[in-house]
């Protein structure tokens, strides 16, 4: 090994200067756009874990729409701005009489006010088997207008065939 010549140096020198200038073009840049990348991934994923969390209450979301949609099945029920009785009478009757129910009466009561709506109570009592009065009530959950059956009695005496029906159905309208 003896003493370094000057094409040696030459060639040290231009090898030295290859790798200098591989490192301040190549590697410095691309280390910076390498640690520009990470910090993107960075926020890219906190990003992600953000929009994750805000996208795992959908099913709670699901799930109550659901109980809502069962809750208010019939809210597009009518809710009328007037009693209309008189139609209401009508469709009633008219319901009794394909039941078969007999010795009908029908009593409208004083209206109560609530808040967003008022109420008219209607005693109704009639006379029918229970197959004829399950009819009714069906019938009176299917109608357009938005009436609920309050209270119900039946009273079946020993001696008599058809039952006693005694009921409170509550009509609902938004102005008087």
């Not at 078969?100 to 409208?108: A, G, K, M, N, R």
């Not at 109704?124 to 109608?143: D, E, H, P, Q, T």
């Amino acid at each position: 090994m003896g003493k370094l010549t000057r094409e040696s140096w030459l060639i040290m020198a231009a090898a030295i200067a290859i790798v200098a200038a591989a490192v301040v073009f190549v590697y410095r840049p691309q280390g910076r756009k390498l640690e520009e990348l990470r910090t993107k991934i960075a926020s890219m994923e906190a990003s992600l874990q953000a929009d994750s969390e805000k996208a795992s209450v959908v099913p709670e979301l699901l799930r109550q729409i659901e109980a809502m949609k069962r809750r208010y099945k019939d809210f597009d029920r009518k809710l009328p701005k007037t009693k209309e009785l008189g139609g209401f009478l009508g469709e009633i009757t008219s319901n009794l009489s394909e039941e078969q129910l007999s010795e009908p009466t029908i009593e409208p009561r004083s209206p109560a006010t609530e808040e967003l709506y008022h109420t008219l109570p209607i005693i109704m009592r009639c006379r029918g088997s229970y197959l004829a009065v399950a009819s009714f009530l069906k019938r009176i959950n299917g109608m357009q207008r938005l009436t609920r059956v309050h209270t119900l009695r039946v009273h079946k005496l020993p001696a008599e065939e058809p039952l006693r029906i005694e009921m409170q159905l509550n009509i609902y309208y938004t102005e008087s």
